[in-house]
Structure formats: structure tokens, C-alpha cells
């Protein structure tokens, strides 16, 4: 499965934005035992610069 990750997903873990962090991580946690895909767009790369 592919899932396409918001900027604020991201954000959530780099700022560590209770409560949402423990299900932002849970997305790398998955993508980790290769059960899904993790993909985010280039505006979320600029977005987060």
C-alpha cells in the first residue's frame, strides 16, 4: 500500500506535537516492516524548509 504523507504529519514528528506524534510515528513504525510505502510530495519538502 502507498500512503502519501501531509506536512503536518511530518511536522508532528519533528516537533514532537502531542498527541498526534504517536500516530505519526506509528506510520514509519509500518513502513519500516515494509507493509506500506511512505511518499511525500515536493512542495512538502519545500513546505518544510
Do not use: C, G, H, W
Amino acid at each position: 500500500m502507498k500512503v502519501l504523507l501531509d506536512t503536518n504529519v511530518i511536522l508532528d514528528i519533528a516537533l514532537d506535537r502531542k498527541p498526534f506524534v504517536e500516530y505519526a510515528t506509528l506510520f514509519f513504525k509500518i513502513a519500516r516492516q515494509r507493509m506500506i510505502s511512505l511518499f511525500m510530495t515536493a512542495t512538502t519538502v519545500t513546505d518544510l524548509y
